[in-house]
């Protein structure tokens, strides 16, 4: 038998045994196509992934054999932002030590005077002063014959920037720069108030300024003397008081005294030393203190209120 009618001889016994099974082809080329492309989808997506660890993710596409697009990953989402710790609330304002009164509450300003008249007899008085509460004067170191009085919160009448102020209690109001000082001082002039000529007048505010310049503001002193020292008439040399304490000495004529004579410290504007050619007063001692030898009472002051007294 042939090479050809041995195989025809095996098909045949094949038929025999194995049934025929027919096979449509149009199917079976698409679903092998279709695991093949399960497979490469697959694969694509291993790589993928292995990609986006660097950064990056595969774009969802219909697969193309030849083409993969990666695309840049999205932002990482924030975490939300946690919200700043608010800053603290500024400090109230405070006013410059220049403006406010060097006596706070529940103190007062000590000053021990020494006064000498033309016959040279000597005089002893003391004072404890506050704008804050009631205070106490004494002669002759004499406790017994302390006299109360009222708070010395009030500077006098003003007209500051067009405002008539009758008691000006306000140190602040008052500015501390010379020329405006003395703004001040001359727009309070009036005809019925003081003597002298306008310059006279101005000398005096300043000057009632100056003699209880411990209760004021140190700027403000030296304010009060530069206007003082500025008028016409008025004399500013260097010196010392009667108890040899080095200062600086101002002479001023006034119609009513005479020639006076007003010695201060020119480092803190306190004076030193006041008066005339006729009698002088020395400030012997002069600082703040935090109690009074004695109680003021209404009844040494011979006043109805404190605020009147």
């Known amino acids: 038998m042939t090479s050809d009618d041995d195989a025809q001889d095996l098909l045949a016994r094949l038929d025999a045994v194995v049934p025929r099974i027919d096979v449509r082809t149009s199917r079976v080329i698409p679903r092998a196509r279709r695991r093949r492309a399960l497979r490469r989808t697959v694969g694509t997506l291993v790589v993928a992934g292995v990609v986006a660890g660097t950064g990056w993710v595969a774009q969802a596409q219909?697969?193309?054999p030849r083409t993969v697009t990666l695309l840049p990953a999205q932002p990482t989402?924030?975490?939300p932002s946690v919200p700043a710790t608010p800053p603290p609330p500024p400090p109230p304002a405070v006013e410059p030590a220049s403006a406010v009164?060097?006596?706070p509450p529940g103190s007062w300003w000590y000053a021990r005077h020494q006064s000498a008249g033309a016959e040279g007899a000597a005089a002893i008085n003391e004072s404890w002063l506050s704008p804050h509460q009631p205070g106490l004067l004494v002669w002759g170191e004499?406790?017994?014959?302390a006299t109360g009085v009222g708070p010395r919160n009030v500077l006098g009448t003003f007209v500051i920037d067009g405002e008539r102020i009758e008691m000006l209690r306000d140190v602040s109001r008052l500015p501390t720069d010379p020329a405006a000082l003395e703004s001040v001082f001359r727009a309070s002039v009036e005809p019925d108030r003081r003597s002298g000529t306008?310059?006279?007048k101005v000398y005096g505010m300043a000057y009632d300024l100056l003699i209880e310049a411990g209760l004021l503001p140190e700027?403000?002193?030296h304010a009060a003397w530069s206007v003082a020292a500025g008028l016409p008439g008025s004399a500013v040399t260097p010196g010392a008081?009667?108890?040899?304490?080095?200062?600086e000495v101002l002479d001023h004529p006034r119609a009513q005294n005479g020639a006076e004579r007003l010695v201060r410290d020119p480092a803190t504007g306190l004076l030193l030393e006041l008066g005339s050619s006729g009698?002088?007063?020395v400030i012997v001692e002069q600082r703040v203190v935090d109690a009074v030898p004695v109680e003021p009472t209404l009844e040494s002051s011979g006043c109805t209120a404190w605020e009147s007294c």
């Open 279 to 281: 009698s002088m007063t």
């Open 142 to 145: 004499d406790l017994a014959n």
């Open 77 to 79: 989402a924030e975490a």
């Open 219 to 221: 700027g403000l002193r």
């Open 62 to 64: 219909p697969w193309s």
């Open 241 to 247: 008081d009667s108890t040899g304490r080095p200062g």
């Open 198 to 200: 306008d310059d006279e």
């Open 101 to 103: 009164s060097p006596v």
